[in-house]
């Protein structure tokens, strides 16, 4: 049975931001539909449906560190929208990451705490991958 409050994390399981998202969710009592991007890809049309959702521009959601992003020409101040998400889909890493949709919208997960916003139920304490305790209230 479906999860009445459905939860989707654009997921790099490589990424402890994003590992600690999905941990986050679960914790709150959800089963979240993970979609690990680097194997899915992505389609022109859903990245921009879903940064128009998360309010982002593609080249807001675009990754530098650890990407090609650099040696595409990416991160030069005249490269189009157009042309970041072209070579988001050609390129799925350049993604940055995680990215949640949930009924409440859609945002980019860092920090991974972000994600409480997005959901209708938290947990009270939360201890991060590297110690870090977030807690509620």
Not at 10 to 19: D, E, K, L
């Amino acid at each position: 049975m479906p999860d009445a409050f459905p939860v989707t994390v654009f997921h790099n399981p490589a990424c402890g931001t994003s590992r600690n998202v999905v941990a986050m969710v679960e914790a709150a009592g959800y089963r979240p539909e993970v979609v690990e991007y680097l194997k899915a890809g992505w389609t022109a049309d859903q990245l921009a449906a879903l940064f128009a959702e998360a309010g982002l521009t593609p080249r807001e959601a675009l990754r530098g560190k650890g990407t090609p992003a650099a040696e595409l020409g990416l991160l030069e101040p005249e490269v189009s929208d157009a042309a970041i998400l072209a070579a988001m889909v050609e390129h799925p890493v350049l993604v940055n990451r995680p990215i949640v949709r949930t009924p409440k919208g859609a945002a980019m997960c860092r920090p991974s705490e972000k994600v409480f916003d997005l959901l209708e139920r938290t947990p009270d304490r939360f201890v991060k991958e590297d110690g870090e305790v977030v807690s509620r209230g």
